[in-house]
């Protein structure tokens, strides 16, 4: 079928297929019956764009990659993936850009959140069970981002520069495995170089091992605005250049073949490739309508238990937790996280929610009035200012929350609005027209109401955007923010104005946005932020009051949404603004203090000697709060491991003098990442890679290993749990292989099996491991392929990379 389209089609056609419609759509073909493959991001729940004429409906927004590896549990991780394919059919889409599966090299990189762990093993084995569930119900996956996309600085034009053993080791085995066992449909390249060459155009990663290697048959397709190229990435390996209009394939690939710069012959294997993914989403024959659900309470459920079984209780001392109800009489709620919380990451992946669940509010609706709650927030944590919301604003039009918007679709407010609506807040990322189909290349859109302070004092209003920004207060002209650029900015410029304001008093408040001709790229924002901040901010000493005061302190503390983000790397591991002092002051004035972090990196604790309990929550999504409730109050027993070390200092971490923006990042600690450097040289972390406790205790036993094999042959491992506490519980056993004799260095061990098993009190159980070949192997760049050199290995199986509770030596042999 494929075969006859391709001789049906035209040159023209076929260069037109390899790229974008607009920002999510192929380009159909009408006269042939081609659809759009439609694709949507991801990972974590589809997001609802108001572009592209999309149907525009919030879905279910689920804990974030680095959640779904801390679970340890590929079972549950592929039901969330069929979820998450009901939903992106629902909203129309074919193809969920997802998932992420890059390795966290850096705990300052910005989507560490979004990726699954330091480890390829378990970064394979968590994406396999997402394509495998997502693929299932007929919705394809886009493996991403291919490859050593590992920070955000400089992400579109620095170079990752890795030596051969690394990329085969540490950055490309989950993309193998994944590719092999679990066929995406898609595979995106990333923004980056590698080792000099842009990953669009990579003939070696996408030709070479990609597809030839792996034999992979799927689409590649260009990282959005990631292609620079025509001939190179065609002949590259790059099938699909994104977003639409072709910026570099369509017109201008007819041209170089009818040049004979280039072979039809490629464009036709690329054209092949994106048409048999049509094929496989029904794209040549009339689809059906979306049908189906989002935000069931099905789907609610799962998110909730993906929370619950993610989070990660750090330490316990003393039992403090599950919070013993019989003995409490008072709760202190403390902390910017506590009535908020965050559940996402910043960027393409943040999913907006249909309604959040914050813990306060989950803590009020599970204690009622058995337990007095109270709650003082203490400190804000924001490092840039909150979006200008409804609280503050009233539209002109008098009706709804936030400012009316008019929208022109001209870059000067000439003419008829086409379109007038309200927006609760000025925030826009890839500002389009919704409910309109098309966005007009150039346009201007101005927002009139009232402002009117809730607090007395000394406001800060910020404008950040690409294009024009103008904000009047009272009909003067306050501030004005013009960049000239033409094409992709980052950061984004941004201008502040101080305002003093009075509680209650109103201002006309006027702010316009100009989207002028010739700009190019889509990322367009325009954002309006404004905080009150009070004249006395007693806030702090508030909270350590009510610490004091009570039974229990829980604070519940992380980083503002969108801090860690797609697009920027962050300065440092600190908790943001006074955070730290308020642990520090709560626990001191309280000692049954909890805190409850809600970050996706690592992040510094200087207060972990002094505070009893500390749990970490990730970005547990829009479940997130009652799942903490349920954790903290025992409904749940916590059973998530870290899926990255926490370093004691930045300065201990493996790339620490290799990392940053600038146009070569040299991979200098090599195969040394997460726990193989910890392990390496000696460090002890904060907490340690597979790190997680229960509200039970487990014991392991009866190691069986075989003590001679020959190479070649799968290696059978036994050993027995024990839950060995009073209550159930889930145990994640880590499986590790350490090589004694080797002729090139390795890792002290590699992790290269885990099983959650999920036991009563009192209850033993077995667990099985199968290692292959590749447990024992390493790459030989020389040999060009993986080795497993005879002689002495050990098994190490335990609780965590330093809680290894079991032993034995094997011997493997000349085959
Ligand atoms: C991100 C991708 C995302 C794409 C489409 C890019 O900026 O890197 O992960 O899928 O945008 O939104």
């Known amino acids: 079928k494929i075969d006859s389209l391709l001789k049906r089609m035209t040159l023209k056609e076929k260069c037109a297929l390899l790229s974008g419609k607009d920002n999510w759509r192929t380009v159909p073909i009408e006269r042939l019956g081609i659809g759009s493959l439609i694709m949507t991001d991801g990972p974590h729940g589809v997001r609802a764009t108001e572009d592209s004429g999309r149907m525009f409906a919030p879905a279910t927004s689920f804990p974030t990659g680095v959640s779904m590896a801390a679970t340890w549990d590929p079972s549950l991780i592929e039901k969330v993936a069929e979820a998450l394919a009901e939903e992106t059919r629902t909203l129309g889409c074919d193809i969920l850009l997802g998932p992420c599966v890059n390795i966290v090299r850096h705990p300052l990189a910005g989507r560490n959140f979004e990726s699954y762990s330091e480890d390829p093993y ?463 002051r709560v626990a001191a004035a309280n000692p049954n203090t909890v805190v409850v972090l809600n970050c996706g990196s690592p992040v510094a604790m200087p207060w972990v000697a002094q505070v009893p309990a500390i749990v970490e929550a990730y970005y547990p999504g829009q479940e997130g709060g009652r799942a903490v409730a349920n954790v903290l109050l025992g409904h749940v027993n916590p059973s998530g491991k870290l899926t990255v070390t926490f370093p004691k200092r930045l300065s201990d971490t493996p790339a620490f003098t290799n990392f940053g923006p600038g146009r070569e990042v040299i991979y200098g600690e090599g195969i040394f990442v997460g726990y193989r450097h910890y392990d390496l040289r000696q460090v002890e972390p904060l907490f340690p890679f597979g790190h997680g406790l229960s509200y039970t205790t487990f014991s392991y036993s009866k190691l069986k290993v075989p003590t001679k094999i020959k190479a070649g042959k799968t290696v059978q491992v036994s050993l027995k749990v024990t839950n060995t506490g009073d209550r159930p519980g889930k145990e994640i056993v880590q499986l590790y292989v350490a090589d004694k004799q080797a002729s090139l260095p390795r890792p002290p061990k590699e992790l290269k099996g885990f099983a959650k098993v999920s036991l009563q009190p009192g209850e033993t159980q077995e667990v099985t491991f199968d290692l292959n070949q590749r447990a024992f192997a390493f790459y030989d760049p020389v040999k060009a392929d993986w080795v497993v050199e005879p002689g002495a290995f050990r098994i190490l199986v335990g609780a965590s990379a330093q809680d290894i509770r079991l032993k034995a030596k094997l011997v493997i042999s000349a085959a």
């Open 122 to 584: 378990l970064a394979g084995q968590i994406g396999i069970a997402w394509v495998k569930g997502l693929q299932r119900k007929g919705v394809g996956a886009s493996l991403k981002h291919y490859a050593c996309n590992n920070q955000e600085d400089d992400r579109f034009r620095g170079s990752s520069e890795v030596d051969e053993r690394t990329l085969r080791e540490i950055y490309l085995p989950q993309f193998e495995t994944i590719v092999k066992e679990a066929n995406p449909w898609t595979v995106m390249c990333s923004y980056n170089r590698i080792n000099g060459f842009y990953a669009s155009e990579h003939t070696y990663l996408l030709k070479e091992i990609l597809k030839g290697e792996w034999g992979y048959e799927g689409m590649v397709v260009s990282d959005w605005g990631a292609n620079h190229t025509i001939f190179e990435s065609v002949q590259g390996g790059l099938d699909l250049e994104m977003p639409g209009p072709a910026k570099y394939y369509g017109r201008l690939l007819e041209e170089a073949v009818n040049n004979w710069q280039i072979e039809e012959a490629d464009v036709d294997e690329a054209a092949r490739r994106v048409l048999r993914m049509l094929v496989k989403a029904g794209k040549l024959k009339d689809s059906p309508p979306p049908a189906g659900k989002l935000n069931t309470p099905e789907h609610q459920a799962l998110a909730c238990q993906l929370a619950e079984e993610s989070i990660t209780l750090l330490k316990n001392e003393g039992g403090l937790l599950p919070l013993d109800l019989s003995a409490i009489k008072s709760v202190a709620v403390i902390g910017p996280m506590a009535a908020i919380g965050s559940i996402g990451g910043g960027g393409s992946s943040f999913v907006q929610p249909p309604y959040r669940i914050s813990p306060l509010q989950a803590l009020q609706e599970k204690l009622g009035d058995t337990v007095k709650i109270q709650h003082a927030q203490g400190c804000d944590n924001f490092v840039e200012l909150p979006a200008l919301g409804p609280s503050v604003l009233k539209p002109s039009s008098g009706k709804g929350q936030g400012l009316r918007g008019l929208y022109y679709d001209n870059p000067d407010f000439s003419g008829k609005p086409v379109l007038d609506r309200v927006d609760a807040s000025v925030d826009f990322w890839w500002l389009s027209f919704a409910p309109l189909a098309h966005t007009p290349p150039a346009y201007s859109v101005r927002w009139t109401g009232k402002l009117v302070a809730a607090e007395t004092g000394r406001h800060t209003l910020l404008v950040r955007n690409t294009g024009t920004a103008r904000v009047f207060i009272d009909g003067e002209l306050r501030l004005e923010n013009v960049t000239s650029h033409t094409d992709q900015v980052w950061p984004m410029p941004t201008a502040i104005l101080r305002l003093d304001l009075v509680k209650g008093k109103s201002h006309d408040l006027q702010i316009e946005f100009i989207r002028p001709t010739g700009v190019d790229f889509p990322h367009i924002k325009a954002m309006f932020a404004y905080t009150p901040a009070p004249e006395d901010d007693d806030r702090l000493e508030r909270a350590v009051a009510l610490a004091g005061k009570s039974d229990i302190a829980l604070v519940f503390v992380g980083w503002p949404e969108g801090y860690e983000s797609e697009g920027r790397d962050r300065p440092s591991i600190d908790l943001t603004g006074p955070q730290d002092e308020l642990v520090r």
